[in-house]
């Protein structure tokens, strides 16, 4: 897959963030007005507050509210915020009207209803860079008596501070309930929520390491991407499952294939 021109806006996008993201994460220091403005367009394209309702159900279905641990059933007309979650059993399947209009969520699957959205380029392009920052190492401390403007908390750090690891990492995600994800991202995929679907996909990679390296998981990532135009991030994806462990032939020549359009 050779990375065809992009679009003048999309590299501005792609600047604006990699200046955020620096001026947050790497110097420790002020931002930019650059960074101000890019911080500005994310913020402009954040959800609003608007609520999902329960249309149907059908086997079992349960819902989470907010920052609460316990499932409940979930019936029609049930009114959810963004901030709930939607399950699915083995034999359940939900219907819900959201304001973008109806969203089917098939058995065995799991939803935050704040991914039921269509996320603009600068939040995907943002949360990309924001992921790469996170993979870099660690930046050394100061000296003594050097006191940082900002100083900048990675995962290990935070939960020594607070007990606690970043937002990110701070549920423990099972496997049983990361495919439950990842089912829920396959059926926001099929929706045409491609943006929602790669965030929650990599959001999972993140927080279970027998998805990182799960080939149908990176596909689906690779083809919002695509779905998306983002071939840059779409031709990265796929030269990342090349080097997946284990690749059988035939997923070897379907990406040799992505890889060499």
């Known amino acids: 897959m050779k990375t ?36 500005a367009q994310v913020a402009a394209v954040a959800p609003a507050e608007e609520s999902v309702v329960v249309a149907g159900t059908s086997g079992q279905v349960e819902v989470r509210r907010g920052v609460e641990e316990t499932w409940v059933a979930a019936t029609p007309g049930l009114r959810l915020r963004r901030e709930d979650s939607i399950r ?6 939900a219907v819900l009207v959201a304001p973008a ?7 065995g699957a799991l939803l935050d209803l704040n991914d039921l959205r269509q996320v603009a380029r600068e939040e995907l392009l943002l949360s990309l860079t924001m992921d790469n920052v996170r993979s870099l190492p660690t930046p050394a401390r100061p000296g003594p ?25 701070a549920v423990v995600v099972t496997a049983g309930a990361a495919r439950q994800r990842v089912e829920g991202a396959k059926a926001l995929y099929n929706q045409a929520y491609f943006g929602s679907s790669a965030l929650v996909l990599r959001r999972v990679m993140r927080q279970n390491n027998d998805l990182r ?20 991030e ?26 060499d359009l």
């Open 145 to 169: 008596g050097v006191e940082p403007s900002v100083r900048v908390m990675h995962g290990a750090d935070l939960a020594s501070q607070s007990g606690r690891a970043t937002l990110d990492e």
């Open 101 to 107: 209009g109806r969203f089917s969520l098939p058995a």
């Open 88 to 93: 699915t059993g083995p034999d359940g399947t």
């Open 234 to 259: 779409a031709l990265a994806e796929y030269q990342a499952i090349s080097r997946l462990p284990g690749l059988d032939s035939t997923r070897a020549r379907l990406v040799a294939a992505k890889i």
């Open 213 to 232: 390296d799960t080939f149908d998981v990176r596909l689906l990532v690779a083809r919002s991407f695509e779905q998306l135009e983002l071939d840059g």
């Open 4 to 39: 065809s021109a992009a679009s003048a806006r999309t590299v501005a996008l792609r600047r604006r963030c990699l200046l955020l993201a620096a001026s947050l994460c790497l110097t420790g220091g002020p931002l930019t007005a650059g960074a101000t403005v890019a911080l």
